[in-house]
Nanobody, 116 residues
């Protein structure tokens, strides 16, 4: 029913590119602000990028601004994250997040590993 399912994670070399996807179901996707978070081993989960539900405004963490691009498809209920110029510091489990008022939804995450 209510689900967020991430995909597209994997291993890539520094400087490489990777595209993540999040498939949503069971809720009114277009009303929700959609976000990507990530969590590296031993570190707290951190905000990566956001695309709001009203004006589709984009917001990025300073560490990824200019390298990552968030987008959404409200018809197909999909959220995307295009990542480029990847560094080992980007290695983490990436999570899809949806928020509308007090409702917060999370996916299970997809692993991204950046190494040579």
């Amino acid at each position: 029913q209510v689900q967020l399912v991430e995909s597209g994670g994997g291993s890539v070399q520094p400087g490489g590119t990777l595209n993540l996807s999040c498939a949503a179901s069971g809720f009114q996707f277009s009303r929700f602000a959609m976000r990507w978070y990530r969590q590296a081993p031993g570190k707290e989960r951190e905000f990566v990028a956001e695309m709001t539900g009203f004006r589709s405004s984009r917001n990025y963490a300073a560490s990824v601004k200019g390298r990552f691009s968030i987008s959404r498809d409200n018809v197909n209920k999909m959220l995307y994250l295009q990542m480029s110029s990847l560094t080992p510091e980007d290695t983490a489990v990436y999570y899809c997040n949806a928020i509308y008022g007090s409702v917060v939804l999370w996916g299970q995450g997809t692993q991204v590993t950046v190494s040579s």
